[in-house]
């Protein structure tokens, strides 16, 4: 393992040079991948300005990493072996958005069943990360996936509506069976996802 202080000094917010990365958990299933679309164009179909997530770009983070060196693809995917988990079923559920429904930026739909174990891996994630120097995240990890990024306040009412008739939203139930390390290629038409390491459930 390297020298924790070089990671230390290293930008991890996603402004500097180097891979631009995120460890995720991909929506692989076409059934619930298709009713989250559908209510991401039903958010989008309210008017107000938003940045909606690609279809192919949906995705639960389980931690975002920012921009890291190359280097450190292979020490990331050491501690993404080392979390033993077998398959799980998770629950996509409900219609939110951060930080509050009266000043909505971030739209996404929840997890509930499943959400613990999600917390696990991510919190193992998390331990094994700072052992390469990386920050602890300042915001609490709740497991979600975004859908939209609100850019504009204009017919927000409309928005606010739709978010509070969906909050409870059955989407439907997904295996998690893998986690990822993705880079993120920004583009002119928005960011491209390439799976650099995945790891596999346990048999």
């Known amino acids: 393992m390297k020298n924790i202080n070089y990671y230390l000094a290293y930008d991890t917010r996603g402004d500097g040079v180097g ?6 958990i991909d929506i692989d299933d076409p059934i619930v991948l298709r009713e989250i679309i559908k209510l991401r164009d039903l958010v989008v179909s309210t008017g107000v300005p938003m940045k909606p997530v690609e279809d192919e770009n949906i995705h639960l983070t389980l931690r975002f ?19 033993k ?9 409900g219609l939110g ?3 509050r429904i ?14 613990d174990e999600l917390k696990r891996i ?27 990024r609100v850019k504009g306040s204009a ?10 008739e969906y909050q409870d939203h059955d989407i439907g139930f997904m295996e998690v069976k893998s986690i990822r390390l993705k880079q993120s290629i920004l ?15 346990e048999e």
């Not at 990493?65 to 693809?73: A, F, K, M, R």
């Not at 971030?106 to 499943?114: A, Q």
């Open 155 to 164: 017919r927000i009412q409309s928005l606010i509506k739709v978010l509070n």
């Open 19 to 24: 891979i631009r990365a995120f460890i995720s």
């Open 65 to 83: 990493l920012g921009n890291i060196p190359e280097s450190l693809v292979d020490e990331i995917h050491n501690i993404m072996k080392a979390i």
């Open 122 to 148: 991510r919190n193992e994630l998390e331990r094994g990360l700072r052992r390469l120097g990386f920050k602890p995240e300042a915001e609490e990890f709740i497991p979600h996936i975004t859908i939209a």
């Open 85 to 93: 988990f077998k398959a799980f079923t998770i629950h996509i559920k």
């Open 187 to 201: 583009t002119p038409r928005g960011p491209i996802y390439k799976t650099l390491k995945e790891v596999k459930a």
């Open 102 to 115: 009266t000043r909505p930026r971030v739209i996404w739909v929840g997890v509930s069943k499943g959400s």
């Open 97 to 99: 958005c951060f930080p």
